[in-house]
């Protein structure tokens, strides 16, 4: 407990326990994200050979469980932390929600417009991309 | 096509400011809800006359400001609020954005299976209806 920080450290800011969780985040959310490339490799490569119904549909949501692995690890890491650091987290979150809510909404009445429809699988990539955004904003600022 | 975040639930038990916070909110939410149908129908009506150009994204886009009227709203609401309840917000928030990406993911790979691309749009009323459904447990597992 007294040698809390070696000198070496490149992130004096975290504890050794904040640094066990992020590592334990870290291998349990590239195990999900390994799941994830796996399930949608093999979901790829069968699912024009499915005929339609039921297996197909099976199929083509097998990727699920890796991204819901992931969203696992994601709140597994969030009850794991301090109240403080929960709470700019909480909040980056609750803000990439509500932007990515805006720019769907933005891109819909493109649609109008002429803009093709976009897939719906973007909208997870959106939500992460503001949501890391946000979160260097926030700590950058609150530290 | 009015996705309108569920207004908080007015209780007796809150004090006269607040209930000022709730009723100013309630008034610029149906003001934003107002001003975006009204231009929603002006950009539907007119934008097929319209040839392919900046005008017709401007006229596409034109409903945003009612959108972002109402992002405001909110974010004025939620910056007068206490923090106790401003965390419960926050928390259902970034809870319905992670479902709402966990949902689109799903829907995005049924367009795989054959299901047809829905609309971006749907993204906001998705995101708004999975945080009126969480904000009762929130704050239930908060008090």
Not at chain 1, 8 to 16: A, L, R
Not at chain 2, 63 to 71: E, K, N, Q, S, T
Not at chain 2, 79 to 91: G, K, M, N
Not at chain 2, 119 to 131: A, G, K
Request: hydrophobic fraction near 55%; charge should be positive; proline fraction near 6%.
């Amino acid at each position: 407990m007294i040698a809390r920080e070696s000198i070496s450290d490149t992130d004096h800011s975290c504890t050794p326990t904040e640094r066990k969780n992020a590592r334990r985040y870290k291998l349990e959310y590239f195990g999900a994200a390994g799941m994830y490339a796996v399930l949608l490799l093999v979901s790829a490569a069968f699912i024009d050979r499915t005929p339609p119904g039921a297996g197909k549909v099976a199929l083509a949501l097998l990727p699920m469980i890796g991204m819901i692995a992931m969203c696992v690890a994601l709140v597994r890491f969030v009850l794991r932390m301090d109240e403080f650091q929960r709470q700019y987290l909480v909040t980056s979150a609750a803000i990439a929600g509500l932007v990515t809510a805006i720019a769907t909404m933005a891109l819909g009445f493109l649609e109008n417009a002429g803009a093709p429809r976009v897939s719906m699988t973007f909208v997870w990539p959106l939500t992460m991309i503001v949501f890391g955004a946000c979160l260097l904003f926030m700590r950058r600022r609150y530290r | 096509m009015i996705a309108q975040p569920s207004p908080p639930n007015v209780e007796p038990k809150y004090t006269p400011t607040e209930a000022k916070l709730f009723r100013r909110y309630r008034n610029e939410c149906i003001a934003a809800a107002a001003v975006y149908v009204g231009l929603l129908f002006v950009s539907v009506r007119f934008v097929d006359r319209l040839s392919a150009g900046p005008a017709k994204v401007a006229l596409a886009l034109l409903p945003m400001l009612g959108v972002i009227a109402f992002a405001i709203a909110m974010l004025r609401f939620l910056s007068h609020i206490d923090e106790f309840q401003r965390q419960t917000i926050l928390t259902a928030a970034a809870i319905a954005g992670l479902i709402t990406a966990i949902v689109t993911m799903a829907l995005g790979f049924l367009e795989n299976a054959g299901v047809p691309r829905i609309s971006m749009t749907f993204v906001w009323p998705l995101t708004f209806v999975i945080f009126g459904v969480c904000l009762p447990f929130v704050r239930r597992r908060y008090h």
